[in-house]
Nanobody
Framework: QVQLVESGGGLVQAGGSLRLSCAAS????????MGWFRQPPGKEREFVAA????????DYADSVKGRFTISRDNAKNTVYLQMSSLKPEDTAVYYC???????????????????WGQGTQVTVSS
């Protein structure tokens, strides 16, 4: 089965940076798009960023554009989320997800992802 393991979360002050990693195993990582979602306290899960299977196309939520960067290393079966200029409202559990469409561009729709990691907590203090 596909396994996704996130790491890199933690506590950071507003204005700081963190890099999340998500290591994948169990299927051919390089032919599927990947995404990051987050769930703030008391709120529903929301889209953060997506990246196409080859990495040439990326998409971001408006709330993180210009501050977050998604990337992938297909040789390492890993997707990253570099987060900068963090704000308290970025506090959430962050999940990586593997897309269900081979050679796809990625999607903002969580229904187009069929595997999810366990999540990693990011807390931004003011």
């Amino acid at each position: 089965q596909v396994q996704l393991v996130e790491s890199g979360g933690g506590l950071v002050q507003a204005g700081g940076s963190l890099r999340l990693s998500c290591a994948a195993s169990g299927r051919t990582f390089s032919i599927y798009p990947m995404g990051w979602f987050r769930q703030p306290p008391g709120k529903e899960r929301e889209f953060v960023a997506a990246i196409s299977w080859k990495g040439g196309y990326t998409d971001y939520a408006d709330s993180v554009k210009g501050r977050f960067t998604i990337s992938r290393d297909n040789a390492k079966n890993t997707v990253y989320l570099q987060m900068s200029s963090l704000k308290p409202e970025d506090t959430a559990v962050y999940y990586c997800a593997a897309g269900s469409v081979r050679y796809g561009p990625g999607s903002e729709n969580f229904r187009e992802y069929d595997y999810w990691g366990q999540g990693t907590q990011v807390t931004v203090s003011s």
